[in-house]
């Protein structure tokens, strides 16, 4: 479910003859996507998530940070809510890239999946957006694989 927002003079090249923006899905206007979307705000209010996704990722941020303290390669920490990144750097002071022959994103994923995370790193960081209902055990466990994960590439590094 979506809505659309134009001015006027953007509006106007597309709409009908009745000043009518038209805008044909399938299910797009359907009474039966309809009813599923009104659940799934029902689901959302009832059961807090944006409470939880503030709350959670403030808490995720906070972990993440704590961990960057023991991870040269972790230049940046950034975001909000449950939408957070780490950039990662060759080098911590420079916030210099790694090179790309040194594939950090197919090494990242590798180390993701030895760590039992389903995430792909890519030769600037990883993007991290777990669920809205995540919990703080859960977030523990995702920063400890994350940990070890990170730990990898830095051994390989000074290799």
Do not use: W
């Given at each position: 479910?979506?809505?659309?927002?134009?001015?006027?003079?953007?509006?106007?090249?597309?709409?009908?003859?009745?000043?009518?923006?038209?805008?044909?899905?399938?299910?797009?206007?359907?009474?039966?996507?309809?009813?599923?979307?009104?659940?799934?705000?029902?689901?959302?209010?009832?059961?807090?998530?944006?409470?939880?996704?503030?709350?959670?990722?403030?808490?995720?941020?906070?972990?993440?940070?704590?961990?960057?303290?023991?991870?040269?390669?972790?230049?940046?920490?950034?975001?909000?809510?449950?939408?957070?990144?780490?950039?990662?750097?060759?080098?911590?002071?420079?916030?210099?890239?790694?090179?790309?022959?040194?594939?950090?994103?197919?090494?990242?994923?590798?180390?993701?999946?030895?760590?039992?995370?389903?995430?792909?790193?890519?030769?600037?960081?990883?993007?991290?957006?777990?669920?809205?209902?995540?919990?703080?055990?859960e977030i523990e466990t995702i920063v400890d694989?994350?940990?070890?994960?990170?730990?990898?590439?830095?051994?390989?590094?000074?290799?």
């Open positions: 479910m979506a809505a659309a927002i134009a001015k006027r003079e953007v509006a106007d090249v597309f709409s009908g003859p009745e000043n009518i923006f038209r805008q044909a899905l399938t299910s797009g206007g359907h009474p039966i996507s309809a009813a599923a979307a009104l659940a799934n705000i029902e689901i959302i209010e009832s059961d807090k998530l944006v409470e939880n996704s503030a709350k959670m990722g403030s808490y995720f941020k906070d972990k993440l940070m704590d961990l960057k303290v023991d991870h040269p390669i972790m230049g940046d920490v950034r975001g909000l809510g449950l939408l957070l990144g780490v950039e990662l750097v060759k080098n911590h002071v420079t916030k210099e890239k790694f090179p790309e022959e040194f594939r950090l994103g197919e090494k990242l994923t590798e180390q993701f999946r030895n760590n039992r995370l389903i995430l792909s790193g890519n030769d600037k960081g990883v993007s991290l957006s777990p669920p809205l209902c995540v919990k703080q055990n694989r994350l940990d070890k994960a990170f730990t990898a590439i830095e051994v390989e590094m000074s290799d």
